[in-house]
């Protein structure tokens, strides 16, 4: 799940499946494809004394799974208690749609802008490691072939026009009789 979720809601998630292990999950009943399952957790209290919490937990068969705690509504990632009840039942792999867009690494523009102030030394760190990661992908993937090589390039120097006059930045256009400039034409 790390190369999943981003690392803000990974390190949460985390905390659930860590978890795991003070969850057991008893099944309770069933109807049709519908289960019903109690899970007991041991829950330790400030005063270090240490008690079970019951929760409903119900799978639908196939790939459903609703826990009365409510977790996956609130935070977009599943609980312990789900994650119980899905292991018992033999799915051992998060069906994909409690795996929530929003927190996925897809949406990691979304999460950067969001976590930080919008702008200033973190904002612009967080930024500026992010793109060079890609840049290092794009590098990577664009030098395998002239053509590769001819494309990136291009897409480059647009990117870097549309991106500097956005601030009002003076943009620098290559020259066409430019090392550059021939090599995208
Ligand atoms: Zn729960």
């Not at 799974?65 to 792999?93: K, P, Q, T, W």
């Not at 897809?106 to 990661?133: H, M, Q, T, Y």
């Amino acid at each position: 799940m790390s190369s999943i979720y981003t690392t803000n809601i990974f390190q949460k998630f985390q905390g659930e499946i860590l978890r795991i292990p003070s969850c057991n999950a008893v099944h309770i009943q069933q109807e049709g494809d519908k289960s019903t399952y109690l899970v007991k957790q041991l829950v330790m209290k400030t005063n270090g004394e240490k008690r079970l919490k019951d929760y409903r937990v119900i799978w639908n068969g196939s790939d459903k799974v609703s826990c009365i705690c409510g977790l996956f509504g609130f935070n977009g990632y599943l609980c312990r208690h789900a994650m119980v009840v899905l292991f018992v039942v033999g799915v051992y792999e998060i069906p994909s749609h409690y795996i929530l867009k929003r927190w996925t690494r897809d949406a990691k523009i979304v999460d950067i802008c969001n976590g930080v102030e919008d702008s200033g030394p973190e904002f612009v760190v967080k930024c500026f490691s992010d793109l060079r990661a890609d840049s290092i992908k794009l590098a990577e993937e664009g030098s395998i072939s002239k053509e590769r090589y001819k494309a990136t390039k291009a897409f480059l120097k647009d990117a870097l026009i549309k991106v500097t006059s956005m601030n009002k930045v003076p943009v620098t256009v290559p020259k066409k009789n430019s090392k550059e400039a021939n090599l995208v034409t």
